[in-house]
């Protein structure tokens, strides 16, 4: 099983795609796609065709579509740096991620 190092809510860092080079917050984790959708990054033009019996006008709305966790790193909230991520076992034997620049935990 993959270890899912990236999570809802995270900072993260695009490393392919038309988008690369940019940073964008996690809207969704599909964790059996190792899929994310990250907020302004990698959208589409989807287009909504008119529906009146549903109230629906159509045109063309931008979409975030997700993108492989492999293209993403996470972007260190201590040190700003996209940055390798390693685990760490707390005391109380959970797993927490920690940054591999400043040696911070990423999960508090
Ligand atoms: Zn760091």
Redesign the pocket.
């Known amino acids: 099983m993959p270890r899912v190092q990236i999570k809802k809510n995270d900072m993260v860092y695009v490393l392919s795609g038309k988008d690369r080079g940019k940073t964008g917050k996690v809207l969704k984790v599909f964790v059996d796609k190792n899929k994310a959708v990250i907020e302004g990054i990698n959208q589409i033009q989807k287009h909504t065709r008119p529906n009146p019996q549903k109230n629906i006008k159509g045109g063309i709305l931008p979409k975030e579509s997700p993108i492989h966790l492999s293209n993403l790193m996470v972007v ?1 909230k ?4 996209h ?1 390798r991520i390693g685990f760490s076992v707390m005391p109380d034997g959970r797993k927490a991620r920690v ?1 591999k ?4 935990l990423l999960d508090e």
């Open positions: 260190c201590r040190c700003n740096k940055s940054c620049s400043c040696n911070e």
